[in-house]
T-cell receptor, first 115, second 113 residues
Framework: GESVGLHLPTLSVQEGDNSIINCAYS??????FIWYKQESGKGPQFIID???NMDKRQGQRVTVLLNKTVKHLSLQIAATQPGDSAVYFC??????????????WGLGTSLAVNP | GAGVSQTPSNKVTEKGKYVELRCDPI?????LYWYRQSLGQGPEFLIY????????DSGLPNDRFFAVRPEGSVSTLKIQRTERGDSAMYLC???????????FGPGTRLTVL
């Protein structure tokens, strides 16, 4: 299943399928991007990050792709599990890489995994 | 080790009252952030501390909001003359000097009646 972020804020997938969550970011000067997962009633939880000098980064069951030309970020989740159900946010850091600076957050996409 | 903690977890107050929200960052983290999140939306940046000083307070909505971090560890977000529009989840995060990853606390749910 695939979402287009702002245009489709809810993504519903079957357990075991791959999920793709998309995000368009706003600032071409942003050099650091993060995906967070937020479960109901909890604070955001870090999933994976990527710096602007990279196009792709892989973690455990997750892959982030960055397309700077069109200012687009995507999160791919392999073999989606019921525990992946949450709201997913992309965030961009406007500061220089390595600096701790404020994050600018997207609106979020709700992922629902059907057993 | 312990993560970021926030107290109280829930705060209900009346319009016009003063409230304080507390954040205990991960030990040794020099950077601390406050965000506000309304239902169904992403977090909104409020203020960022590097050590004891506010490095960026551009997100504070008005002068009713103030935050301190006197010893470079615990931080308190203070809201004067609360308004119903202040109702939201207030999130705190901390990070080390070496990495960008921000670790979030569970948040304080503020309700202004």
């Amino acid at each position: 299943g695939e979402s287009v972020g702002l245009h489709l804020p809810t993504l519903s997938v079957q357990e075991g399928d791959n999920s793709i969550i998309n995000c368009a970011y706003s600032n071409s000067a942003s050099d650091y991007f993060i995906w967070y997962k937020q479960e109901s009633g909890k604070g955001p939880q870090f999933i994976i990050d990527i710096r602007s000098n990279m196009d792709k980064r892989q973690g455990q069951r997750v892959t982030v792709l960055l397309n700077k030309t069109v200012k687009h970020l995507s999160l791919q989740i392999a073999a989606t599990q019921p525990g992946d159900s949450a709201v997913y946010f992309c965030a961009e850091n406007e500061g220089r890489a390595g600096n701790n600076r404020k994050l600018i957050w997207g609106l979020g996409t709700s992922l629902a995994v059907n057993p | 080790g312990a993560g970021v903690s926030q107290t109280p977890s829930n705060k209900v107050t009346e319009k016009g009252k003063y409230v304080e929200l507390r954040c205990d960052p991960i030990s040794g983290h020099t950077a601390l952030y406050w965000y506000r999140q309304s239902l169904g939306q992403g977090p909104e940046f409020l203020i960022y501390f590097q050590g004891t000083g506010a490095a960026d307070d551009s997100g504070l909505p008005n002068d009713r909001f103030f935050a301190v971090r006197p010893e470079g560890s615990v931080s308190t977000l203070k809201i004067q003359r609360t308004e119903r529009g202040d109702s939201a989840m207030y999130l705190c995060a901390s990070s080390s000097a070496s990495y960008n990853e921000q670790f979030f606390g569970p948040g304080t749910r503020l309700t202004v009646l």
